[in-house]
Every structure is written in C-alpha cells, then in structure tokens.
C-alpha cells in the first residue's frame, strides 16, 4: 500500500522570526539614534547653563533603557502574529507564487513578506514609533525619570546662579554717616527704592521700581555693584523658570515621533510607495528574507 506523505511547507518560525525582527531592529538603530541625538540638542538649547548634548543625551538614559527592552517583544509580535501567520493555501493548494518567492496571499511565509514589503516596513515603523512615544508620554515612569534629569540639571543651574548672586547687605557711601555694626537695621525715614535687575537680562527702564521695605523682618540685600542701589530677583523667578523648563520639556518630548519620521524621510502614510525613503532598506531585506525557506 503506498502512503502519501503530505508535503508541509514551512512558514516563518522560529529562527526566521527572530532573524527578520532583529534585522529591522537593527536597522532602526540609526534613526532612533538621530532621535535621540536630535533630542539631547534641544534639551541643551533650552536649559538655562546650554550643557553640551553629549551631557544631555545621558539624561535619556532612562528612555533608551527601556525601548531596548522592550523593542523586540513589540516588533516580533506587530509582525507575526498580528499580521504575517497562518497557511498560504487556498482550498488545500498554494497559488502561484507560494510560498515563494512572491506569494500575493498575506500569511507566515519569507515570499509573502516579500510581496507585502511595503506593508510590512510600515508595520516595523509604526512599530517603532508607538514605542517611543508611548515610552515619551507624560506620566509613564520614563517620561518622569528624564523629566527628573532634565529639571535636576536646571535647578542645579539655577543653585550656582543664587551662589554666584548670593544676598549681601546693601551699603550706602555717606562720609558724613557713621558706619553700622547691623546689617538688618530698620531702613531711616527717606530710605531710597532699589532697583530689582535679573542676573540673565536687563530689566526695561520704563519698569516700575518695587516699594521699599515697611519692616525690619526684610532686611535690604543687593548685588555687589557700583553704585550700591541692585538687588537679586526673588525666588519666585526661578519657580516661574522651572515651569518654563517643564513646558518646554513636554514639548520636546511630543515631537519624538515627528523626529523619527523626519529621520526616515516622511511620508509616514501606510502603503505610500515612496514614503520613509531613508526607513526602506527595501532590496537588501527582501533578499535576507528569501535566505529562509
């Protein structure tokens, strides 16, 4: 009696998933890198002391930590089981072209992959893009772990600043008025307004000078100066900075994706055939592919 053995024909699994992940992993390595580095550059813009990028690029070491764990699970599944699995055949019979080297039916062979390229380097990605911004979006334990370096960093700043600027007493020269051995003494009938100056930027000279003090519990403190009549800003400037810094930081971290289209050359739009010309690497994948049975 003779017994047919059916004939399987293999799909991508195993060795081949892992491969064809890994090679679009690798691939984005460079844009999510000019990603990164494009990031550092405007965190470096916006922080008051202008850190170099490379010192910058190291508080996204809490982001980059976590896309390199994460960035296989995500790409292995956004490509297998959630679009390319399952049998080519149709009523028991492959059509032509299946399983390779160009099968026209989307299922888990290196010859649909081929044909479908196009679909699936929009899969890879969109893929990568979720990741990041999902990794960016406020709230998540990464965006606040960047967010804390990069506040960190400006509060620093802002520190040396108020040592650099410390208080001290004002001092009045009058060689007709005695020397006072108190600094904090309440300010004689006549006291002159001092004028409040900014340590970054001049204030506008049409700006009304503050009310002198009304009590003893302030005791009047300047910047070393010339003329003797500047004080240091309050504190609540460096409160508003750090708001400032905050909002400029949320704004940087929404146009992760928008980067990483830029990276790839746009055209983010699923099947456009010219689309993400510098995220294609279409011939050499599709060859690389083929290697697999």
């Given amino acids: 009696m003779l017994l047919t053995v059916p004939v399987t024909v293999k799909a991508c699994e195993g060795e081949c998933i892992v491969a064809i992940t890994n090679a679009f992993l690798g691939n984005y390595s460079y844009p999510v890198d000019a990603v990164m580095h494009n990031m550092a550059q405007r965190f470096s813009d916006m922080l008051p002391s202008h850190p170099s990028p490379a010192t910058t690029f190291s508080y996204l070491a809490p982001l980059i930590d976590a896309y390199g764990k994460q960035a296989y699970g995500g790409m292995e599944t956004a ?33 649909s992959m081929v044909h479908f390229y196009p679909k699936l380097r929009y899969i890879a990605f969109n893929q990568t893009r979720a990741m990041l911004e999902e990794l960016a979006r406020p709230g998540s334990p990464t965006y606040q772990q960047v967010e804390q370096n990069v506040m960190d960093a400006a509060q620093a700043h ?44 001049p204030r506008p000279s049409s700006q009304a000078q503050p009310a002198p003090p009304s009590s003893a519990a302030a005791p009047v403190q300047s910047t070393p100066s010339n003329s003797g009549n500047e004080i240091l800003v309050p504190p609540v400037l460096f409160r508003k900075r750090s708001q400032n810094a905050q909002e ?39 060859e690389y592919i083929l290697t697999f049975p």
């Avoid at 830029?262 to 599709?286: F, H, R, Y």
Wanted: hydrophobic share 30%; proline share 11%; with cysteine.
């Fill in 79 to 111: 490509i297998f089981p959630s679009y390319f699995h399952g049998k080519c055949q149709r009523d028991g019979v492959d059509p032509p072209g299946c399983p390779n080297p160009d099968c026209p039916v989307v299922c888990g062979t290196p010859g």
């Fill in 158 to 201: 802002q520190r040396r600043v108020s040592r650099v600027f410390a208080r001290t007493p004002s001092k009045k020269k009058n060689s007709g008025e005695k020397k006072k051995a108190d600094a904090k003494a309440t300010p004689a009938p006549g006291y002159k307004p001092y004028k409040a100056v900014a340590a970054s930027s």
């Fill in 248 to 286: 400029e930081f949320k704004e940087a971290m929404a146009q992760i994706g928008p980067m990483l289209e830029q990276a790839c050359g746009g055209d983010a739009v699923d099947n456009t055939i010219n689309g993400l010309p510098e995220c294609s690497w279409e011939q050499a994948m599709k």
